[in-house]
């Protein structure tokens, strides 16, 4: 029968639920790529939908889907394999031991998992509409512990798609009963919310309010549980404080998982082992930044290897494979199926191999012993010349980092993880070395320079910064999230990444119809930001004539005109002002309840020479053009005066019945030289009222603020 299927090759069958087969698996070509296969027996089409959703979440606390596709019997799909063990075999465990899981271990593991289910709650795909993905099914089977310390949530592709928007609020209550199985070493019985937070409270070493949280989240009420699981991961970040740090819980399960699982007993870590060996790293996608810092994998002495263990040959029924779970041990890498017929247990084929080389060439080497030479009396040519041996290869260069498991750079390639000891560089050239690490600040490079002839190791040592996520969250949601010195923006609820410890933050909620809100905050391990809670708003726009005028609510500045759609709590009664230093003052009450825009304009008055605030100099330039004014203005008054005359006693020769000639030209002189003189002193006149303007508009430019 045929060992592969839809271009992996099966290695070793794996329990399942009803209706699903397992198996561990490679890809055929390319790398190798191991992962944990997984086919639906029927053709759901809930089943591939719900896999198709869920490839665009990826997080460090939810298994990762690597693949997916649709065979003649139904759909499949491939996820990365953990190597470590279920929370439930740790439990187990630790029953049998009559010992309990410590408290900051139970809070690490919970706000792991209430981590990831928030990210699989928040899920969107990539053209913005949500996933709407729950769990459903969580359970201490559920939770898979790796053997470098990190928290891993399982089941995500066995839970099928429902009809209806599933309620994020049945995995806060199924967050709630692991949590006090945790508490317990066993599911809890009583469900009523008094009775299960006495039977938690027993235990002595549990935080403060861990009980009452845990029995909140078990309420079989559903509006009386938390309604949001990104509310939780704060408050779980509070109970864990003044315990053991998270590293330590982390090494906790690190060093529970290597205990009870060591070695390569495991076909998924032998399938790991070699992937890793082969230089490639695992799993194929970056981890984020909440990802447990890593730690080394031992290396056995002699691991068995995995290139000379054959596959399964699967029993193909209309395209699935046949996945009856089967008890495996460390050396089981072999057949179990030849030819639809279980084949009798015998010694694993590489060692077969093993044993007919090694037969090969003690037979040949004897045989050079002991057979007779054709020409004994001559002696062997000595050979002239011999091929110079490789030249061994010395350490050069040791790059660390601490935490450890960072990727190396060295003149922009990557060439593995810390710690790391390379031999290949070439003496006498400088070479630049960095290491990055999700979840930590870039560090600046280092130029480290192999000196020729010498064996002399040099050091690359970086301490990294571990980066802090903020969790953001408003009453209501869906707030503009912004930051200063920043220009990415979201809505809420919202994780701020990459935040530098000790970093003010200074963090602003803007929603139309609520007035807008700012958090500042300085950024530590321990920062949690309650949610926000906006208030309603009606929306003002305040114009004046002239504008730049300042408006105050209730004596409080808020802005200059035009000031537009300005947010006031609705409801709200206030006392608006309006004004300038150079014009009289507009007030007026009002109450924010329009539901509409409400339009104010004000026109403000100018006020007098007298009651502006001037400078001394602008007060002796005001009394000089003032005076100026006055006699420009006396003397254009006298020469209108003197002109109306000479107009006059024209019109009285005009209608003189005998006209003497010479009279009549002078007194029609006379009222063109008035006519000249009244032109003058009004150009005057006019010269200096426009110079008292201009000296009020620097007085004015002097009291307003620029607009």
Request: some cysteine.
């Amino acid at each position: 029968m045929p060992s592969t299927f839809e271009g992996f090759t099966l290695i070793e069958r794996a329990s399942a639920p009803l209706g699903y087969q397992r198996s561990w698996a490679r890809r055929e070509h390319g790398d190798l790529l191991p992962v944990r296969l997984t086919a639906s027996t029927t053709p759901a089409p809930a089943h591939f939908e719900r896999w198709t959703a869920l490839q665009f979440v990826e997080h460090a606390n939810l298994l990762r889907i690597l693949d997916l596709g649709a065979a003649p019997s139904g759909p499949w799909v491939a996820e990365e394999i953990v190597d470590g063990l279920t929370l439930r075999a740790l439990l187990d465990q630790l029953r049998a031991q009559n010992a309990s899981l410590p408290a900051s271990v139970i809070i690490e593991i919970a706000h792991k998992v209430a981590t990831g289910l928030s990210h699989l709650h928040q899920a969107k795909a990539p053209t913005g509409t949500a996933l709407n993905l729950t769990h459903e099914a969580l359970s201490p089977e559920q939770v898979l512990l790796e053997r470098q310390g990190r928290v891993v949530l399982d089941g995500l592709a066995l839970t099928a798609a429902s009809p209806e928007i599933p309620d994020p609020r049945g995995d806060v209550w199924g967050l709630g009963r692991l949590m006090a199985e945790m508490v317990l070493g066993h599911a809890p019985i009583d469900s009523d919310p008094n009775a299960l937070a006495l039977v938690l409270s027993k235990r002595s070493d549990l935080p403060n309010g861990l009980p009452e949280l845990i029995a909140e989240l078990c309420h079989p009420d559903l509006e009386q549980r938390p309604q949001r699981m990104e509310l939780l991961v704060p408050r779980l970040a509070r109970l864990g404080e003044g315990l053991q740090p998270a590293s330590q819980s982390q090494a906790y399960i690190a060093h529970s998982v290597q205990t009870l699982k060591p070695g390569l007993e495991s076909v998924q870590a032998k399938l790991l082992y070699a992937f890793r060996a082969a230089g490639h790293s695992y799993p194929p996608v970056e981890e984020e930044a909440s990802a447990a810092p890593a730690l080394q994998l031992p290396v056995p002495t002699s691991p068995a290897p995995l290139s000379a263990a054959p596959a399964i040959a699967p029993q193909i029924k209309e395209g699935a494979f046949d996945v009856a779970p089967k008890p495996m041990g460390a050396a089981d890498l072999k057949p179990t199926w030849q030819g639809g017929v279980q084949a009798e247990p015998g010694p694993p084929l590489w060692l077969m191999i093993g044993g007919a080389v090694l037969c090969l060439v003690g037979a040949v080497s004897l045989a050079r012993m002991i057979m007779p030479s054709d020409a004994p009396d001559e002696p062997r040519p000595r050979a002239t010349t011999r091929a110079a041996p490789p030249a061994q290869k010395f350490r050069q260069l040791d790059v660390t980092s601490v935490p450890a498991g960072a990727d190396v750079y060295v003149d922009g390639k990557k060439r593995g993880r810390t710690p790391l000891e390379i031999a290949d560089l070439k003496p006498g050239s400088p070479v630049t070395v960095f290491v990055k690490l999700r979840g930590y600040k870039d560090v600046d490079p280092l130029t480290v320079q192999i000196l020729p002839n010498t064996r002399e190791v040099k050091t690359a040592h970086f301490v990294l910064q571990r980066l802090l996520t903020l969790s953001v969250s408003s009453e209501p949601p869906g707030a503009t999230v912004q930051i200063s010195g920043r220009k990415a923006t979201g809505t809420t609820p919202y994780e701020i990444t990459r935040v530098e410890a000790d970093e003010a933050l200074e963090i602003t909620f803007t929603k139309p119809g609520f007035l807008p809100r700012t958090v500042k905050t300085t950024a530590t391990a321990q920062t949690q930001i309650p949610p926000v809670k906006l208030v309603p708003a009606r929306l003002f726009s305040f114009r004046s004539e002239p504008d730049n005028a300042e408006v105050q609510i209730d004596g409080e500045s808020v802005g200059r005109t035009p000031l537009i759609d300005w947010a006031i709590e609705a409801g709200r009664s206030f006392e608006l002002t309006i004004s300038r230093p150079d014009t009289s003052t507009y007030r007026r009450k009002l109450t924010a309840k329009n539901k509409s825009t409400q339009q104010i304009k004000a026109t403000l008055k100018p006020l007098p020479w007298s009651k502006l605030d001037l400078m001394p100099s602008e007060r002796d330039d005001y009394a000089r053009i003032r005076d100026t004014l006055k006699q420009s203005s006396r003397d254009l008054r006298q020469a209108k005066a003197k002109l109306s005359a000479a107009k006059r006693k024209l019109a009285s020769f005009e209608r003189q019945a005998n006209i003497n000639v010479d009279e009549l030209e002078q007194a029609q002189e006379k009222v063109d030289a008035a006519e000249t003189v009244v032109l003058d002193r009004s150009t005057e006149h006019n010269t200096n009222r426009d110079a008292l303007n201009e000296l009020r508009q620097i007085v004015v430019r002097r009291l307003l603020p620029a607009n």
